[in-house]
């Protein structure tokens, strides 16, 4: 007797069960594979992201949740990042606008206002 494929017959509600709960799992092991993929190795704990890949792809429900959970860590701050953050925060804006625009001439100085025939000030063009 050849064996023949099984046909079950799943009600509406159970259907539905599974695809919400099948869309709820693929949407974690997308989450948790984006997320250790752009951590650094050291934000990662066992520093091993080959493991806690297959892992996350291979054990449906709890790699994910696991590595969520269990598998990130803080990964330290680098010497070079830590005194930026320190600096007060206008002089953070002068720098992130001097890396941007370049360094501002040393004759610029803020456009004053002027007034018109009528005496008042006259507006700048926007």
Do not use: C
């Not at 009600?11 to 709960?21: D, E, K, N, T, Y």
């Not at 680098?78 to 001439?105: M, N, S």
């Amino acid at each position: 007797m050849p064996l023949a494929a099984t046909h079950v017959d799943l009600s509406p509600g159970l259907a539905a069960v599974l695809v919400v709960f099948s869309l709820v799992n693929l949407a974690l092991v997308l989450i948790a594979l984006v997320s250790l993929v752009r951590r650094p190795t050291a934000g990662v704990r066992f520093h091993n992201k080959w493991v806690w890949g297959a892992l996350i792809v291979l054990v449906n429900g709890i790699g994910p949740l696991a590595y969520l959970a269990l598998g990130r860590v803080d990964a330290p701050l680098d010497e070079a990042v830590a005194p930026w953050t320190q600096r007060p925060a206008a002089e953070r804006a002068r720098a992130a606008v001097e890396l941007l625009y370049g360094p501002a001439p040393a004759h610029a100085a803020p456009p004053a206002a002027t007034a018109d025939e009528g005496g008042a000030p006259a507006e700048t063009p926007s």
